[in-house]
Nanobody, 115 residues
Framework: QAHLVESGGGLVQAGGTLRLSCAAS????????IDWYRQAPGKQREWVAT???????NYANSVKGRFTISRGNAKSTLYLQMNSLIPEDTGVYYC?????????WGQGTQVTVSA
Protein backbone atom coordinates (compact mmCIF):
# COMPACT_ATOMS: atom_id res chain seq x y z
CA GLN A 1 0.00 0.00 0.00
CA ALA A 2 1.39 3.38 -0.99
CA HIS A 3 1.12 6.50 1.09
CA LEU A 4 1.56 10.17 0.39
CA VAL A 5 1.74 12.60 3.32
CA GLU A 6 1.64 16.35 2.80
CA SER A 7 2.98 18.89 5.27
CA GLY A 8 4.00 22.52 5.44
CA GLY A 9 0.64 24.22 5.19
CA GLY A 10 -0.42 27.03 7.47
CA LEU A 11 -1.63 30.59 7.77
CA VAL A 12 0.35 33.27 5.97
CA GLN A 13 -0.22 36.88 4.99
CA ALA A 14 -0.57 37.91 1.37
CA GLY A 15 2.85 38.28 -0.19
CA GLY A 16 4.31 35.60 2.03
CA THR A 17 5.82 32.23 1.25
CA LEU A 18 5.22 28.60 2.16
CA ARG A 19 6.95 25.39 1.20
CA LEU A 20 4.80 22.30 1.01
CA SER A 21 6.29 18.83 1.22
CA CYS A 22 4.94 15.48 0.12
CA ALA A 23 6.60 12.42 1.60
CA ALA A 24 5.97 9.26 -0.37
CA SER A 25 6.22 5.62 0.55
CA UNK A 26 5.74 4.33 -2.97
CA UNK A 27 7.79 1.67 -4.65
CA UNK A 28 9.65 3.03 -7.69
CA UNK A 29 8.47 6.55 -6.90
CA UNK A 30 10.91 7.90 -9.47
CA UNK A 31 8.74 6.40 -12.21
CA UNK A 32 5.71 8.47 -11.23
CA UNK A 33 4.53 11.81 -12.52
CA ILE A 34 3.71 13.92 -9.48
CA ASP A 35 1.13 16.66 -9.24
CA TRP A 36 -0.12 19.20 -6.77
CA TYR A 37 -3.80 19.99 -6.73
CA ARG A 38 -5.77 22.35 -4.52
CA GLN A 39 -9.37 22.75 -3.50
CA ALA A 40 -10.79 26.01 -2.26
CA PRO A 41 -13.93 26.06 -0.10
CA GLY A 42 -17.02 25.48 -2.23
CA LYS A 43 -14.98 24.88 -5.38
CA GLN A 44 -13.82 21.88 -7.35
CA ARG A 45 -10.33 20.51 -6.97
CA GLU A 46 -8.00 22.13 -9.50
CA TRP A 47 -4.63 21.18 -10.86
CA VAL A 48 -1.70 23.37 -9.78
CA ALA A 49 1.54 21.86 -11.06
CA THR A 50 3.18 18.70 -12.37
CA UNK A 51 6.67 17.30 -12.43
CA UNK A 52 7.16 14.28 -14.65
CA UNK A 53 9.38 11.29 -13.98
CA UNK A 54 11.81 12.88 -16.44
CA UNK A 55 11.89 16.17 -14.55
CA UNK A 56 9.75 18.30 -16.84
CA UNK A 57 7.50 20.78 -15.07
CA ASN A 58 4.23 22.46 -15.93
CA TYR A 59 2.11 24.97 -14.04
CA ALA A 60 -1.39 26.36 -14.01
CA ASN A 61 -1.46 29.91 -15.35
CA SER A 62 -2.69 31.16 -11.98
CA VAL A 63 0.53 30.10 -10.23
CA LYS A 64 3.11 30.33 -13.01
CA GLY A 65 6.07 32.43 -11.94
CA ARG A 66 5.14 32.20 -8.26
CA PHE A 67 5.19 28.45 -7.50
CA THR A 68 7.97 25.94 -8.11
CA ILE A 69 7.54 22.16 -8.02
CA SER A 70 10.57 19.98 -7.41
CA ARG A 71 11.69 16.56 -6.26
CA GLY A 72 13.92 16.12 -3.25
CA ASN A 73 17.36 14.60 -3.41
CA ALA A 74 16.01 11.52 -1.70
CA LYS A 75 13.65 11.11 -4.71
CA SER A 76 10.81 10.10 -2.39
CA THR A 77 9.93 13.66 -1.45
CA LEU A 78 8.18 16.30 -3.48
CA TYR A 79 8.07 20.01 -2.80
CA LEU A 80 5.95 22.97 -3.79
CA GLN A 81 7.61 26.30 -3.11
CA MET A 82 4.94 28.99 -3.04
CA ASN A 83 5.98 32.63 -3.22
CA SER A 84 4.01 35.86 -3.47
CA LEU A 85 0.95 34.18 -2.06
CA ILE A 86 -2.44 35.76 -2.60
CA PRO A 87 -5.77 35.07 -0.86
CA GLU A 88 -6.95 33.17 -3.94
CA ASP A 89 -4.30 30.55 -3.18
CA THR A 90 -6.23 29.52 -0.08
CA GLY A 91 -7.32 25.90 -0.05
CA VAL A 92 -6.39 22.34 0.77
CA TYR A 93 -3.36 21.26 -1.21
CA TYR A 94 -3.08 17.63 -2.30
CA CYS A 95 -0.16 15.62 -3.59
CA UNK A 96 -0.91 13.06 -6.32
CA UNK A 97 1.29 10.38 -7.86
CA UNK A 98 0.41 8.67 -11.11
CA UNK A 99 2.05 5.90 -13.14
CA UNK A 100 0.13 4.03 -15.82
CA UNK A 101 -3.03 2.80 -14.06
CA UNK A 102 -1.69 3.55 -10.59
CA UNK A 103 -2.92 6.68 -8.82
CA UNK A 104 -2.34 7.77 -5.23
CA TRP A 105 -3.52 10.81 -3.27
CA GLY A 106 -2.43 12.30 -0.01
CA GLN A 107 -4.82 13.60 2.64
CA GLY A 108 -4.02 17.23 1.98
CA THR A 109 -2.62 20.17 3.89
CA GLN A 110 -4.46 23.43 4.54
CA VAL A 111 -3.06 26.69 3.19
CA THR A 112 -4.73 29.93 4.25
CA VAL A 113 -3.61 33.28 2.87
CA SER A 114 -4.96 36.34 4.65
CA ALA A 115 -5.38 39.67 2.92
Amino acid sequence: QAHLVESGGGLVQAGGTLRLSCAASVINFNLYDIDWYRQAPGKQREWVATITSGGSTNYANSVKGRFTISRGNAKSTLYLQMNSLIPEDTGVYYCHAGYRTLSYWGQGTQVTVSA
